[in-house]
């Protein structure tokens, strides 16, 4: 009997409770990335930090006129991999990338 009633007020107290689904230091931030292909095509995209960069490919093959999955994304040596955020790679507000084409 107190364990039914201890899981009920438990449920009444999660319930009751607001909690906050983005703190404020986590706020969505628009970023602007550059993709430069060297060949005298320089496309600037404006996206969220949370987006993936599947979702980048997507916005730069709007712009450029290709097929997004022909677009390969380098820094440096590094293949940026589709499924990856633009967060977990720690790309940033202005950051210039490789735009390649497959």
Same mark, same amino acid.
């Given at each position: &009997?107190?364990? +039914? /009633?201890?899981? #009920? =007020?438990?449920?009444?107290?999660?319930?009751?409770?607001? $909690?906050?689904?983005?703190? =404020? =230091?986590?706020?969505?931030? &628009?970023?602007?990335?550059?993709?430069? @292909? +060297?060949?005298?095509?320089?496309? +600037?995209?404006?996206?969220?930090?949370?987006?993936?960069? #599947?979702?980048?490919?997507?916005?730069?093959?709007?712009?450029? #006129?290709? +097929?997004?999955?022909? $677009?390969?994304?380098?820094? /440096?040596? *590094?293949?940026?991999? @589709? %499924?990856? *955020?633009?967060? @977990?790679?720690?790309? %940033? @507000? #202005? &950051?210039?990338?490789?735009?390649?084409?497959?």
């Amino acid at each position: &009997m107190f364990l +039914r /009633w201890l899981i #009920g =007020s438990l449920k009444l107290s999660i319930i009751n409770k607001t $909690i906050p689904l983005v703190e =404020s =230091s986590q706020k969505l931030k &628009m970023i602007e990335v550059v993709c430069n @292909d +060297r060949l005298g095509k320089k496309v +600037r995209v404006k996206c969220n930090s949370e987006d993936t960069i #599947g979702d980048l490919k997507k916005l730069i093959a709007a712009q450029t #006129g290709t +097929r997004f999955d022909k $677009i390969v994304l380098k820094k /440096w040596y *590094t293949i940026f991999k @589709d %499924h990856v *955020t633009l967060g @977990d790679y720690e790309i %940033h @507000d #202005g &950051m210039n990338l490789e735009l390649y084409y497959q």
